[in-house]
């Protein structure tokens, strides 16, 4: 059974399942989500998740959505990204909080607003704390790297996929990856792991879509 | 051996894991964090919490933080919040983890910033930006709890209780019960539950001690 990922190139919510799912070697497939035009909110859409977000999958009767489930479940599926002790599997749950919280949660709405959004609608007293709280959580990140190849015991974990993933992404959001040398380090290891793939050659959608 | 939980009042997220704890059945006790004077960052906190945030447990010899991976461990030792079948558990994650990104994400910096910010330092475009996306999630909440007394299964779990967290503290953050039944009846069935007690009186620190 195909597992889908209903997902657009453009969400870093969707490209941590997307990544999770691409170097699981589960069979897995994108159905894309037009979310630009609404289609997340779509009574369609809403019956696979009603919290009106990407990314959600479908496999077989069962459908799961936030990236933090999706992995979780490839975990269940196939024993990797969940950490190998019970003191390893707290501290994944505990940076794939903290990234829903502190980091993408910034990050998110910070690159839409600088990138996606039309500049009329682009208000800089709400990028400029939107930053201030993404530069807070990026040193926070940086220092948790120092000396670790990983955040989360030998190998890559929830907590690493579900960290890295607006990283990725090209658009400016402020960040720059050479002013944080453990972050340009741990994402050019993750970089070099095999099936690793950028998020618009991985899930259907991308800027280049609506130029 | 009794647990020590490091908070303060005002903190939503702390109230969380003490309103779990409380609840659980579990000895613990409040040691409190000066959060508005900086003890959160400060090098001893750091040692017990590297992402200087509150809330953390010490239990014996282990030390945990984040709010969810807290009630995740007493779901460990009392059984209590985790859901019944491995489906209850993944949408109790999937809750924990929405509250975390789309619910208290917002809701912690807006009350922070129109009650605990020096007015001077309120800016109303952050507030209006932060307010459209707390009432947002509280539609997507008001409608998860359409004909149900909790949000997983039939009694209460750990995403009742992060999603219910801020919304039991009293200063001002666009939030009024009354607009929403349905959450409205849910938070009085957890006012209902033996052993609830409001955010002051569970944890040491509220606004008054600075008044």
Not at 117 to 122: A, M, N, Q, S, V
Not at 153 to 163: K, P
């Amino acid at each position: 059974m195909t597992i889908q990922l209903y997902c657009f190139g453009e969400s870093g919510h969707s490209y941590k399942a997307a990544l999770a799912l691409e170097l699981s070697g589960l069979e897995w497939e994108p159905k894309y989500v037009d979310f630009f035009n609404g289609e997340a909110r779509s009574p369609e859409y809403l019956k696979i998740n009603a919290m009106g977000e990407c990314p959600a999958i479908v496999d077989g009767d069962l459908s799961l959505s936030q990236s933090g489930v999706i992995i979780d479940y490839i975990t269940e599926k196939t024993g990797k990204f969940g950490g190998k002790t019970p003191e390893e599997k707290r501290e994944v749950l505990r940076w794939v909080l903290w990234d829903n919280h502190k980091l993408s949660a910034q990050l998110g709405p910070l690159r839409f607003m600088m990138n996606f959004l039309p500049e009329e609608k682009r208000n800089p007293e709400v990028i400029a704390f939107l930053t201030g709280r993404t530069q807070a959580a990026l040193k926070t990140l940086e220092s948790a790297l120092e000396g670790k190849d990983w955040l989360v015991g030998d190998e890559i974990t929830a907590a690493d996929l579900s960290c890295c993933s607006y990283l990725f992404y090209p658009e400016p959001f402020g960040f720059t990856r050479s002013d944080w040398p453990n972050i340009d380090t741990w994402l050019a290891r993750i970089e070099a792991l095999p099936g690793y793939k950028i998020p618009y050659d991985l899930m259907p959608g991308s800027p280049a879509d609506r130029a």
